[in-house]
């Protein structure tokens, strides 16, 4: 689904359908790209279910769209054909899509309502396009897909060979002649997938390396800069102001705390979700708690594992990229980012 893990997904699905329901009364069911069928109960329908479902006669069917791809259908017993009653409940349902996913995709659309018979032409649309040209788009599907999957195992070899020595100096170079790729084509590959050349990747890692140690350690600022492979530390200092507007003492002071959560990206990143949506699943995947609240109608994460936010005393707050932004995670995309950060400090 975008890269929205599946439990959250589906629950805001359900918000989703729930305050549809509560504004016009009419029920609401979801499709997923899984072809899961489920309702505002989060009942999974079988097939008996389906049946009935789609034995009704006055089903409309209103395409979700995140992040220009076709995320799912939802479908509506709606007795009505006016265009402009339709239109209103496409605008309701719009309405309230970007209220719940808003935090999570940077792209949401509901498109035009369809009946039965609407869906039926496109269908067999697809189908013809489909049977004519089956055996020239398969072919090209077939090298688009192995091209790709020889560029996502390369970079994953590459990101493993720079994760076991990013406390050292490394260069493009090295990663090179140890994948056996040239430099040209590894450039390209972190350009295009990462947003970023590697130079600046290594930078960030390493940056985000030393965060963890200031906050965590007492070690020194000379000491933390040889442990992350900087020959010296004015280097180390210049570096890390760069990246994060505040030298390392400056850092380490501003936030001592208890806890730090690090998050690198991930190739299953997509440009266009959300550094909340990423959190959650990062979260999520690791089995780690969480709680969230609204700010100022946004959601936040308050509560990561044991740690909660206290207004008076200590509380969480994020970094993308060693910075600290100045608008909520719900709000700001990942496109080009490499290191997003929790840490739990004393305010």
């Given at each position: 689904?975008?890269?929205?893990?599946?439990?959250?997904?589906?629950?805001?699905?359900?918000?989703?359908?729930?305050?549809?329901?509560?504004?016009?009364?009419?029920?609401?069911?979801?499709?997923?790209?899984?072809?899961?069928?489920?309702?505002?109960?989060?009942?999974?329908?079988?097939?008996?279910?389906?049946?009935?479902?789609?034995?009704?006669?006055?089903?409309?069917?209103?395409?979700?769209?995140?992040?220009?791809?076709?995320?799912?259908?939802?479908?509506?017993?709606?007795?009505?054909?006016?265009?402009?009653?339709?239109?209103?409940?496409?605008?309701?349902?719009?309405?309230?899509?970007?209220?719940?996913?808003?935090?999570?995709?940077?792209?949401?659309?509901?498109?035009?309502?369809?009946?039965?018979?609407?869906?039926?032409?496109?269908?067999?649309?697809?189908?013809?396009?489909?049977?004519?040209?089956?055996?020239?788009?398969?072919?090209?599907?077939?090298?688009?897909?192995?091209?790709?999957?020889?560029?996502?195992?390369?970079?994953?070899?590459?990101?493993?060979?720079?994760?076991?020595?990013?406390?050292?100096?490394?260069?493009?170079?090295?990663?090179?002649?140890?994948?056996?790729?040239?430099?040209?084509?590894?450039?390209?590959?972190?350009?295009?997938?990462?947003?970023?050349?590697?130079?600046?990747?290594?930078?960030?890692?390493?940056?985000?390396?030393?965060?963890?140690?200031?906050?965590?350690?007492?070690?020194?600022?000379?000491?933390?800069?040889?442990?992350?492979?900087?020959?010296?530390?004015?280097?180390?200092?210049?570096?890390?102001?760069?990246?994060?507007?505040?030298?390392?003492?400056?850092?380490?002071?501003?936030?001592?705390?208890h806890k730090i959560y690090t998050i690198h990206r991930e190739i299953e990143w997509k440009n266009n979700v959300s550094v909340y949506a990423v959190s959650q699943h990062y979260f999520q995947e690791k089995g780690i708690p969480t709680k969230t609240q609204s700010l100022n109608g946004s959601p936040y994460i308050s509560s990561i594992?044991?740690?909660?936010?206290?207004?008076?005393?200590?509380?969480?707050?994020?970094?993308?990229?060693?910075?600290?932004?100045?608008?909520?995670?719900?709000?700001?995309?990942?496109?080009?980012?490499?290191?997003?950060?929790?840490?739990?400090?004393?305010?």
């Amino acid at each position: 689904m975008n890269y929205s893990p599946s439990t959250v997904y589906r629950t805001n699905i359900e918000k989703i359908l729930l305050l549809f329901c509560q504004l016009t009364k009419v029920n609401l069911a979801f499709i997923d790209n899984a072809l899961q069928l489920f309702d505002r109960k989060r009942n999974i329908f079988d097939s008996q279910r389906i049946n009935t479902l789609f034995s009704e006669k006055a089903l409309t069917f209103f395409p979700l769209i995140t992040n220009k791809k076709i995320a799912g259908i939802f479908i509506a017993n709606i007795n009505a054909n006016s265009s402009e009653t339709l239109s209103l409940y496409q605008t309701s349902l719009e309405t309230i899509a970007h209220k719940i996913l808003g935090a999570y995709f940077k792209n949401i659309a509901i498109l035009s309502p369809l009946k039965i018979d609407q869906l039926n032409q496109s269908i067999a649309l697809f189908q013809f396009i489909s049977s004519n040209y089956r055996g020239r788009s398969m072919s090209f599907n077939k090298v688009e897909k192995t091209g790709q999957k020889a560029e996502i195992e390369n970079i994953n070899n590459a990101l493993a060979y720079t994760e076991e020595r990013i406390n050292q100096k490394i260069t493009l170079t090295d990663v090179s002649k140890h994948t056996f790729l040239s430099l040209a084509y590894l450039s390209r590959l972190f350009k295009e997938y990462f947003l970023v050349n590697f130079s600046d990747y290594i930078r960030i890692r390493k940056i985000a390396l030393a965060q963890e140690k200031l906050i965590l350690t007492k070690k020194s600022i000379n000491g933390i800069s040889k442990e992350i492979g900087f020959s010296r530390a004015s280097y180390f200092n210049k570096v890390f102001k760069e990246k994060t507007g505040v030298t390392p003492l400056q850092f380490r002071k501003k936030y001592q705390g208890h806890k730090i959560y690090t998050i690198h990206r991930e190739i299953e990143w997509k440009n266009n979700v959300s550094v909340y949506a990423v959190s959650q699943h990062y979260f999520q995947e690791k089995g780690i708690p969480t709680k969230t609240q609204s700010l100022n109608g946004s959601p936040y994460i308050s509560s990561i594992g044991e740690f909660s936010t206290h207004s008076d005393s200590s509380g969480w707050v994020y970094l993308v990229d060693g910075k600290q932004p100045n608008v909520l995670p719900g709000n700001l995309y990942v496109r080009d980012k490499s290191v997003i950060q929790w840490i739990h400090i004393n305010l």
